[in-house]
């Protein structure tokens, strides 16, 4: 099973500039298998991107919790929420 799911960003710690690029990637410590990932805000079932890495060009809709999930087919794990402020 997949473990170990983490997220970083950057500029380091989600406090991105109006206008300015975030890129958020997503990182897997355990798993076996080809391994998808797929991006989600404030908990919404629907995916706002696939791939380990998710980048904005950041507007003001933008701010709020961002997780990445990660699945092998048969199991299927989230990082911690990274929470993006926009100033």
């Given at each position: 099973?997949?473990?170990?799911?983490s997220l970083s960003a950057q500029p380091p710690g989600g406090q991105v500039?109006?206008?300015?690029?975030?890129v958020l990637s997503c990182a897997v410590a355990a798993g076996t298998g080809p391994l998808s990932f797929s991006?989600?805000?404030?908990?919404s079932a629907a995916p706002l991107a696939t791939g380990p890495r998710l980048e904005l060009h950041?507007?003001?809709?933008?701010?709020?919790?961002?997780q990445c999930r990660a699945t092998d087919g048969d199991s299927a794990?989230?990082?911690?929420?990274?929470n993006v402020t926009v100033l």
């Open positions: 099973p997949i473990s170990g799911v500039a109006l206008g300015d690029r975030l991006w989600h805000r404030g908990g950041v507007g003001d809709e933008d701010s709020g919790h961002y794990a989230e990082s911690p929420p990274l």
